[in-house]
């Protein structure tokens, strides 16, 4: 007979399998970050081998560049500055420095890796 306490252990230990992403891709990002980034880039730059090629480099360097956590940061500055209204709640994400600098160095390393990877 399997004790409550083993049980909920052993969903506890399912459940967290399923929570933890998989296999780190580039320097710490999970892979289904990656794998948004190069889908995105290619829908910007066109679905062929060569734009593959060249938004895989991108991530790459963005990657070493920016650890995951700042990466994760600007992403979520930028992508909270898209919410319509908010008011002041909304303005952490507009209006402070320390978000404007996350997102400045977001855009920095986005330009290096356009540097290295499409020319």
């Not at 948004?36 to 991108?58: I, P």
Request: aromatic content about 8%.
């Amino acid at each position: 007979m399997i004790r409550r306490w083993h049980l909920m252990l052993a969903l506890f230990a399912i459940s967290a399998a399923g929570t933890v992403p998989q296999a780190d891709a580039a320097n710490g990002y999970p892979t289904e970050v990656v794998a948004d980034y190069v889908l995105g880039c290619m829908a910007a730059n066109g679905q062929t081998a060569k734009a593959l090629r060249q938004c895989s480099c991108s991530i790459d360097v963005v990657s070493s560049l920016l650890t995951y956590e700042d990466y994760s940061a600007a992403e979520t500055v930028l992508r909270m500055r898209q919410v319509p209204g908010g008011g002041e709640k909304m303005m952490i994400f507009r209006e402070t420095p320390a978000s404007q600098s996350k997102v400045d160095a977001l855009r920095q390393s986005q330009i290096e890796a356009e540097v290295r990877c499409f020319y």
